[in-house]
């Protein structure tokens, strides 16, 4: 009696829940759920594939059913604990990037899409991370599902399968913002919402709004149903794949490269801001956001620059269409998207190198794109400045950090 | 009472010393080019006197005043040397004897001298010892005058410890500079000696020594050090390579028979390996099928040495190797050699604290309320001075990025435009592409158009003066604020 009573005592906090008798794993929790989701998406993929009439239905709801079982297994046979530490947060990140990079790659490997599980693998990581490089030779003539599949990891990739987990995942209480900040892609994890999970939410709201809006504008342009989806959601992403070999110049229309350019900005705009937006805040209040102020001056800089160059580069290109293929270029290349209409390989080594510039700042922070984010490279250059202002006035005091947009 | 004549004067007599043995030279050799050196040697001792006789030392400085009379004693030495080449008549473009006098002060390795063998002994010998005189203004400026002022940030050389305010005739200032001197000729005549035991002749000892002490990379030869086509002088050439990327307060102590402050230093420990790895890996990356021979491995351990201490001597072509072994140089040159030694690039020193500074910043990922220092060996380097160096960092890869567009603008390849931009502001040299060497010099580097070797001239000049010198000088100098203290103005909201 009294050694009940003793680890009673002991074990404190625990005791409400000591029947119980699941393994105490974050990292175990949090990979079976994220595989819940993957399994979802297979599974429409999945029915995608079998309206199509394509012969690839048994990969994809058979991968569905193993993340399925496994995800089901993993989730409802582990129990989270009270505190999530941030080691095993990132534990947790890293471990689910890893399940759901496998578990996708699966159905591109047992469908015969890629010859080898290495192949797939490549294929799915790129996907998952929005990277966008590919490893399929001939993209078109496989199945539709298997497409949209492809398509789809670059999407769920894009705001990160962590968010959504946060979002939906109950229990998760004081880890949820570990995970958040173990994953977020930017400098900054901005809090939308007092309760981490319904900043994660309000993400995935944003997130979900913005594909439906491309894809209504890309509806309008004339694109199909299908085309329209597999593009707005791997352009709010800002990852990169597409369902042609030739990628966006298989359209060959300016009004669908004018709605891309338009979304893979709004893919590459700090998600906190579209939230402001969403809350009824002027462009005015937008404007004191020094990095999509920054953002859209090097946009145009850098669009106006190549226009330049290609247009007296001696190709007797006109200036208009110089424009058109600079600016999806840059924009593509900034927000980290990497659709291409132009092989840009061919162009200026001037070009080239500021594209290569563009690539490695990427978009803003707290968006989908990749690479360094804007707000770290004007943190960076401010302090440079700084630093050098102090040997002209070892006295002076001045600011690193550029104004943010309040979020709160 | 000017800091800009103080320093200006002692330029324009050092430049004038070498003009004067020049001439002396030139007479030995027939009288080639006499008459246009013997004028500026006699022009620029006449006026460097003048200077030196009317300007008063001065006893407190501002660090703004400083930077403007570095910047000017740089632009002073590169007008000289461009002047001479003019008068010479080795050029008959301001441009290209601009850019020659620019990178020999520099140190740099790119040469746009033609038919170098043809060229009278006296100018050869000007051109060698602008790299001399290059390294040495380059050491007593970095490691003398700007630490004490709180730039650069390289802590083993620190000399001062009033950040704002020095006087340049404090006893500790100029004992640190008679002691670098002194390193600085130990070395060189020690080159001269090893390099004449090698098998060279007094005029091409001199003259190699003069350029590989100070990690310049000039050859009196088409082939450079390939023109002897001797394993001993490769040896030698490497091996002074890597003591001109040394740091001269140990040069200096290991002369004297002091092993401690050589055994205390980590930056010497981390140089030694940086150069040992990157040599090991080059003699196996560039090994023949059927292993590595004599050759193979002489030339990957010169060509790392070459690379860490960003001399820019070449040999055995290594433009001909693969594209990772190339990539590989052109990043060690910019990692660059010790503070405190005629090489330049980012400096051992800065490049281990900043790792530091990368650890610290991922340990605090995982445990947010941990405290964690970053050291330099055993010393905890100061939130500020790290403030510095990474500032310092940022304006490098700034000046890089914007280098390299500004490069392939004026007409440079891709690959050429982005290895000249680190390999100039390394004070290197070689690169791929445009830049990639040949048989010692850079054969494709000197037909490039004009404004592409000005734009890499100016680079070398900000990784000479790590970049301070010449942002903080130029806005002193064009704003017309270098003048002495005045009362700082209160600026109103």
């Known amino acids: 009696m009294s050694a009940v009573a003793t680890r009673r005592r002991s074990s404190g906090a625990q005791t409400f829940e000591t029947r119980d008798r699941r393994p105490v794993s974050a990292v175990a929790n949090v990979v079976g759920f994220a595989l819940l989701f993957t399994a979802a998406g297979l599974a429409v993929c999945g029915a995608v594939e079998l309206l199509a009439g394509d012969d690839a239905v048994a990969p994809l709801a058979g991968t569905a059913l193993l993340s399925a079982v496994l995800g089901m297994g993993l989730w409802k046979g582990t129990r989270v604990p009270n505190r999530v530490s941030t080691p095993s947060a990132f534990a947790a990140v890293g471990w689910t990037w890893i399940a759901i990079s496998a578990v996708g790659a699966l159905p591109l490997w047992w469908s015969g899409m890629l010859p080898t599980f290495d192949d797939a693998l490549f294929e799915s990581v790129s996907g998952f991370t929005g990277t966008g490089a590919t490893v399929l030779a001939a993209i078109e003539g496989n199945g539709a599902g298997l497409l949209l599949w492809r398509q789809a990891t670059q999407w769920l990739g894009g705001m990160g399968v962590i968010v959504l987990v946060v979002a939906v995942l109950p229990l998760l209480g004081v880890g949820g913002f570990e995970l958040l900040r173990a994953e977020s892609p930017g400098p900054t994890s901005d809090r939308l919402a007092p309760r981490v999970r319904d900043t994660a939410r309000r993400l995935w709201i944003i997130y979900v709004g913005l594909t439906l809006l491309i894809v209504a504008a890309l509806l309008v342009t004339g694109l199909s149903p299908y085309d329209a989806l597999a593009h707005a959601m791997t352009t709010v992403s800002t990852g990169g794949f597409s369902t042609y070999d030739a990628s966006i110049a298989a359209f060959d229309s300016a009004a669908v490269e004018a709605v891309l350019i338009a979304s893979m900005f709004a893919g590459a705009v700090n998600f906190a801001l579209w939230w402001q937006v969403l809350r009824g805040v002027g462009p005015r209040a937008l404007g004191q956001s020094a990095e999509l102020r920054a953002f859209v001056v090097i946009l145009v800089a850098a669009v106006a620059f190549v226009t330049v160059l290609l247009a007296v580069d001696g190709s007797g290109l006109a200036l208009v269409s110089a424009l058109r293929r600079a600016a999806f270029t840059v924009v593509a290349t900034m927000s980290t998207t990497g659709y291409a209409t132009v092989d840009f390989a061919l162009w200026p080594a001037a070009g080239q190198l500021v594209l290569l510039a563009l690539m490695v700042s990427g978009g803003m922070a707290g968006s989908t794109s990749g690479a360094m984010k804007l707000f770290r490279i004007q943190v960076m250059v401010s302090h440079a400045r700084r630093e050098l202002r102090r040997l002209l006035h070892p006295s002076a005091a001045s600011s690193t950090v550029p104004t943010i947009i309040s979020t709160t | ?493």
Request: charged letters at 10%; one cysteine or more.
């Open chain 2, 1 to 493: 009472v000017s800091t800009a004549g103080y320093v200006a004067a002692r330029a324009l007599v050092a430049c004038g010393a070498g003009l004067a043995a020049a001439s002396v030279l030139a007479l030995l050799d027939g009288g080639r080019a006499l008459g246009p050196l013997a004028a500026a040697a006699a022009l620029s001792l006449a006026l460097g006197g003048l200077l030196w006789w009317c300007c008063a030392v001065p006893v407190s400085l501002r660090t703004a005043s400083v930077h403007a009379a570095v910047l000017t004693g740089w632009m002073l030495l590169i007008g000289v040397g461009a002047a001479t080449y003019l008068a010479c008549g080795t050029f008959d473009s301001i441009n290209r004897a601009v850019v020659e006098s620019t990178t020999g002060f520099t140190t740099t390795a790119l040469s746009v001298l033609a038919d170098i063998e043809e060229q009278p002994r006296g100018v050869l010998f000007w051109r060698a010892y602008t790299q001399w005189l290059g390294g040495l203004a380059a050491v007593l400026v970095v490691v003398a005058v700007l630490p004490s002022l709180g730039v650069g940030g390289l802590e083993e050389s620190t000399v001062g410890s009033d950040r704002r305010r020095l006087a340049l005739r404090s006893p500790r200032i100029a004992a640190a500079a008679r002691r670098l001197l002194s390193g600085y000729l130990v070395l060189s005549v020690a080159g001269v000696a090893l390099f004449l035991l090698a098998g060279m002749g007094p005029f091409d000892a001199v003259t190699y020594a003069m350029t590989t002490i100070s990690t310049g990379g000039f050859g009196n030869h088409d082939g450079s050090i390939n023109f002897f086509d001797s394993a001993r002088i490769e040896w030698v050439t490497a091996g002074g390579m890597v003591l001109g990327g040394t740091n001269l307060v140990l040069v200096l102590a290991a002369v004297r028979g002091r092993v401690t402050p050589l055994r205390r230093s980590f930056e010497l420990r981390a140089y030694g390996t940086a150069i040992v790895v990157a040599a090991a890996l080059l003699v196996w990356w560039t090994a023949p099928s059927g292993g590595p021979t004599h050759d193979s491995v002489r030339h990957a351990v010169f060509a790392a040495a070459s690379a860490v201490s960003t001399t820019g001597h070449t040999v055995g072509g290594w433009a001909g190797w693969s594209s990772g072994a190339q990539v590989l140089l052109v990043l060690l040159a910019g990692m660059g050699a010790m503070s405190g030694a005629a090489g330049g690039g980012f400096r051992v020193v800065r490049a281990m604290v900043l790792m530091g500074f990368v650890r610290r910043e991922i340990l605090r990922q995982l445990r947010p309320r941990s405290v964690v220092v970053v050291k330099a060996g055993r010393t905890t380097v100061d939130e500020a001075l790290l403030g510095q160096m990474v500032g310092y960092q940022v304006a490098w890869l700034l000046l890089a990025g914007a280098g390299a567009v500004v490069l392939a603008l004026a007409g440079v390849d891709l690959p050429g435009a982005m290895t000249g931009a680190v390999s100039a502001l390394a004070t290197f040299g070689p690169g791929l592409g445009d830049f990639a060497p040949g048989a010692g010099e850079l054969p494709r580097a000197g037909e490039l158009p004009g404004a592409a070797l000005l734009a890499y001239a100016a680079l070398t000049v900000a990784g000479r003066l790590e970049i301070s010198p010449l942002v903080v000088g130029a806005v002193t100098i064009l704003t017309g604020s270098g003048r002495e203290p005045r009362r700082a103005r209160v600026r109103r909201p």
